[in-house]
């Protein structure tokens, strides 16, 4: 059996749901090629939305919502699971395996212990759905010194590179992760490079649910934005902190961009005269110039394409400010290369799934610093016949060297 169907499940810090892809994996390894056959999104609760809100930006987090957060995003990772089965006419019996990252709700790898914390509970979802469940990805690359993010570098390899076209692969999620594809990829595309560049969603939503009481979730369109005017000084001030002078391999801070960087530039704005508008408008200006610093600082020639997934393509005004600062090079949305712009960190789950029931390691010390390549994720089994066809699979892959480690 040379192909596999895997699903891949995600829900980022943009709160707004789960993203779930079907995918195709054609031929086995790090030459495995993936084929996105079916993708939804299953919107969250307002009430579920809220309280992850609560939850993930508290400093005083109440255990009773954490514990209560962690199963309903498992049944919510289920349902995902079901009704993706049910768009795509497929059954149990075709999928191999679920890959889920979940919900982050602490990541800190430069602490004087590394550790990250993911809730959504996998024995929730491989119970109702009965597949085995792959999550967990990032704690081993912390283990060995790595960051524990980006991991799906390799599997953007798979999707997006050209042998004769040098790309960036930008996705504008809560935050904004670059990863280069130089045309010659290397052995195992040992020479990727990729990094957090930039906080991006994480600072335009937050700033929007302050502003407007929670009324509204995000900046649609950019359209509050557009209305305002850049404050220029403060751009140069939130560019002085620590991580935009750090090199790569490096990770967003998210604590450190929170409500409480939100409210000081607020407060900041409003001794410039600035409105909501303006702050929006200047905070959207930051996002584009830490990513153009970041692309043009530490990647070590410029691409001929930039192709951008995520959320944050909806924001024109962020577009149109990321399209002036990279000409002449084009940016492009992963759509014209045959990837949804929401689809590509389900699809990115369920490469990852691919990958390491095929003994591939995903976490290239090139990408997240680790001190050394391996084998991530933790396991759930699902329904014994599921769980014996994943133990049967790597079985097959696994050579006598790979055994014995």
Known sequence: MTHRYFIG????????????????????????ALKLEHYLQLPHSQELRELLWSVTTSKMVDLHHVATLHRVLGETYALAVRQLLEASRRTTQDIMCVGCPAQTLWHDPDGRYPATMQLGMMSVLAERTGLTTLSDFSSRDLVVSGQGV????????RLFHHPHEPRVHLHLGSVATLVSLPTQLGVNARNLIGFEAAPATLLLDGLMRLLTNGREQCDAGGKHAVQGRCLEPLIER????????????????????????????????????????DVLCTMTHFVAHAIVHALQTWLPSLPARVLISGRGVRNGLLWNLLEQKLAPIPLVKTDAVGIPVEACHAIGSAGMAALTLDGVPINLPSVTGASGARLLGQ???????NWARCLAWMARQATPLQAAA
């Open 238 to 277: 939130w560019m002085q902190n620590h991580f935009f002078q750090e090199r790569p391999p490096r990770c967003v801070p998210r604590r450190e961009f929170g409500p409480d960087f939100l409210n000081r530039a607020i407060e900041q704005a409003r001794r410039l005269d600035g409105n909501l508008h």
């Open 379 to 385: 396991f759930t089994p699902g329904a014994n016949g």
């Open 9 to 32: 499940l995600s829900s980022g810090s943009s709160l707004f749901g789960v993203d779930a892809a079907l995918v195709r994996a054609e031929g086995v390894g790090s030459n495995v």
């Open 150 to 157: 980006p991991l799906t570098a390799l599997v953007e390899a």
